[in-house]
T-cell receptor, first 116, second 110 residues
Framework: DAGVIQSPRHEVTEMGQEVTLRCKPI?????LFWYRQTMMRGLELLIYFNNNVPIDDSGMPEDRFSAKMPNASFSTLKIQPSEPRDSAVYFC??????????????FGSGTQLSVL | LAKTTQPISMDSYEGQEVNITCSHNNIATNDYITWYQQFPSQGPRFIIQGYKTKVTNEVASLFIPADRKSSTLSLPRVSLSDTAVYYCLVASQAGTALIFGKGTTLSVSS
């Protein structure tokens, strides 16, 4: 398996522009997570999906952020409009939840976002 | 969610055994303890998971005392490549959001 695939690896944009980050989870996994990592705040959970349905989006910073999972093999995280403080590494992770607690997250390589 | 506390940083030398302890005083009956490792410019990677007593795999050992209020990740004979951030997570219900703390930054020197 290729693992969790994120694109692009790097994104540089100007303030006010729309940014779309993409994620392909591991085939067969039924949960997908979006995290953001900065030096100051560490690894923050933004939103997670179970069976393509958003379960908890309380970590989404504000209305400028939105996430979708139209099917089991694809998810997007969109920022519109982007701001310099959104600069961070954005990670996508997936897992297989089988009704027990011992789930393991598999992370992608991340997208390094720089908003100028 | 059980709150976890672990040291911010630790230093070690190659060949030594490193033990990183995580406190989780309010761990619930159904909670599992999971450790992840993160190298620079990479996403976290699962290392080991346990519920009680001791778990060992090819990478590390996890020691959990009877009261389960803490756990210790043991890395035998570390090398320079073990320099990373190590996170301790506690989660119970399947599908529960997994929250990462600040982690422990381990620096291994030659």
């Amino acid at each position: 398996d290729a693992g969790v695939i994120q694109s692009p690896r790097h994104e540089v944009t100007e303030m006010g522009q729309e940014v779309t980050l993409r994620c392909k989870p591991i085939s067969g996994h039924n949960s997908l997570f979006w995290y953001r990592q900065t030096m100051m705040r560490g690894l923050e959970l933004l939103i997670y999906f179970n069976n393509n349905v958003p379960i908890d989006d309380s970590g989404m910073p504000e209305d400028r952020f939105s996430a979708k999972m139209p099917n089991a093999s694809f998810s997007t995280l969109k920022i519109q409009p982007s701001e310099p403080r959104d600069s961070a590494v954005y990670f996508c992770a997936s897992s297989l939840v089988q009704g027990i607690a011992n789930e393991k997250l598999f992370f992608g390589s991340g997208t390094q976002l720089s908003v100028l | 969610l059980a709150k976890t506390t672990q040291p911010i940083s630790m230093d070690s030398y190659e060949g030594q055994e490193v033990n990183i302890t995580c406190s989780h005083n309010n761990i619930a009956t159904n909670d599992y303890i999971t450790w992840y490792q993160q190298f620079p410019s990479q996403g976290p990677r699962f290392i080991i998971q346990g519920y009680k007593t001791k778990v060992t795999n090819e990478v590390a050992s996890l020691f959990i005392p009877a009261d389960r209020k803490s756990s210790t990740l043991s890395l035998p004979r570390v090398s320079l490549s073990d320099t990373a951030v190590y996170y301790c997570l506690v989660a119970s219900q399947a599908g529960t959001a997994l929250i990462f703390g600040k982690g422990t930054t381990l620096s291994v020197s030659s």
